[in-house]
């Protein structure tokens, strides 16, 4: 099994920037591919990006469309860490933060989340 550990939430002005921490540890050596998501008030949890194994021994981010370049996916292969850096935070951005890490067979696993909180 897999445990997701998310770290680096808190309260924050509008237009200042958090780092998001995920560390993954458990029966896994090393990441793989890491989601993460967020989950507004209210709302249901949406998708924010992946890094994901490009087959040359990197790695490579992707993000939805609605994120529109304020969010950068990065990860330390050594602390066994993925990160997302939010830049220009807005209030909508307020949320429960989650990373993922996605299995072929079964439903993965979750971390607990962390409180990202924008004030305007």
């Known amino acids: 099994q897999v445990q997701l550990v998310e770290s680096g939430g808190g309260l924050v002005q509008a237009g200042g920037s958090l780092r998001l921490s995920c560390a993954a540890s458990g029966s896994i050596l090393s990441l793989n591919v890491i989601d993460w998501y967020r989950q507004a008030p209210g709302k249901q949890r949406e998708f924010v990006g992946r890094?994901?194994?490009?087959?040359?021994?990197?790695?490579?981010?992707m993000y939805d469309r609605s994120v529109k370049g304020r969010f950068t996916i990065s990860r330390d292969n050594a602390k066994n860490t993925v990160y997302l850096q939010i830049d220009s935070l807005k209030p909508e951005d307020t949320g429960v933060y989650y990373c993922?890490?996605?299995?072929?067979?079964?439903?993965?696993?979750w971390g607990q989340g962390t409180q990202v909180t924008v004030s305007s």
């Open positions: 890094i994901r194994p490009n087959g040359f021994g990197g790695f490579t981010p």
């Open positions: 993922y890490a996605p299995v072929d067979s079964g439903a993965g696993y």
